[in-house]
């Protein structure tokens, strides 16, 4: 039998690698301002995680609400239960990046602080235009990418040597316990739509079309810590 499993995630590998080389070499020079500029976009997505397939945290803190009715009869209270800590957990992660932005800035964060990068914006049409297909295999496919393998929050938890560093250290070994994990999770239901050859191809096509967008998000998140050229010849060579 196949190990569609193994597919995907080779699929993904050299996208989720260059996102963590990316930031360790953003980290190695990293400004004080360097880190206000991430930290701006990095806020953003916390507040709107996988934009294009959720529709903004607030948005679906109004819709748990408003299925709490439902609980028992049209919904299983354990898939209630793990939304409410799925979106606990993404606001915790906003709550600790915005406490090292707030000691960076010495003042209290606004609404206004946080921007969405032109970059993340395609990013987000790209899974938007996988969504309104309304193809399970597809949607599969948006999820299994969430996150990039986690390898941003992997990189950011081994900084120290500074404040602002120990921070970040802090922060990022919070988020990576909480989404490590996420993408096998997802494989798990990715593999479940796959019925033949021609819908492995479909969702290996799927993925690195959303890897190679969340590259270029980082890149210009992290102020082009690695070049166009870099980044293609490292993704080529990390190909498995």
């Not at 049209?74 to 239960?81: F, G, K, L, P, Q």
């Not at 606001?91 to 090292?100: E, G, K, S, T």
């Not at 081994?158 to 990576?176: H, P, R, Y």
């Not at 593999?191 to 969340?214: F, G, N, T, V």
């Amino acid at each position: 039998m196949p190990d569609y499993e193994q597919e995907l995630i080779y699929t993904a590998w050299p996208y989720w690698e260059c996102e963590a080389e990316i930031a360790k070499r953003f980290y190695a020079k990293a400004s004080d301002e360097d880190h206000i500029f991430y930290l701006r976009a990095q806020l953003w997505k916390e507040l709107n995680p996988v934009d294009g397939f959720f529709n903004g945290l607030h948005k679906e803190l109004r819709d748990v609400v408003d299925m709490y009715p439902q609980i028992d009869t049209e919904i299983d209270r354990h898939d209630y239960h793990f939304l409410l800590l799925q979106l606990v957990q993404e606001f915790n992660h906003y709550v600790v990046l915005a406490d090292i932005f707030e000691h960076l800035m010495g003042r209290p964060i606004s609404p206004e602080d946080t921007v969405q990068l032109d970059e993340e914006k395609k990013l987000g049409n790209v899974r938007r235009a996988y969504i309104e297909q309304e193809d399970p295999l597809l949607n599969a496919a948006v999820g299994f990418t969430e996150g990039g393998g986690a390898r941003l929050f992997r990189e950011g938890k081994e900084l120290s040597g500074s404040t602002v560093n120990d921070l970040t250290a802090k922060a990022m070994q919070i988020i990576f316990d909480d989404e490590h994990d996420h993408y096998m999770e997802q494989a798990k239901e990715a593999i479940s739509h796959i019925k033949s050859p021609e819908d492995l191809e479909r969702m290996k096509d799927a993925i690195a079309k959303i890897s190679e967008q969340r590259v270029w998000m980082r890149a210009e998140m992290f102020r082009d810590a690695m070049t166009e050229a870099e980044i293609e010849t490292f993704i080529e060579e990390n190909k498995r």
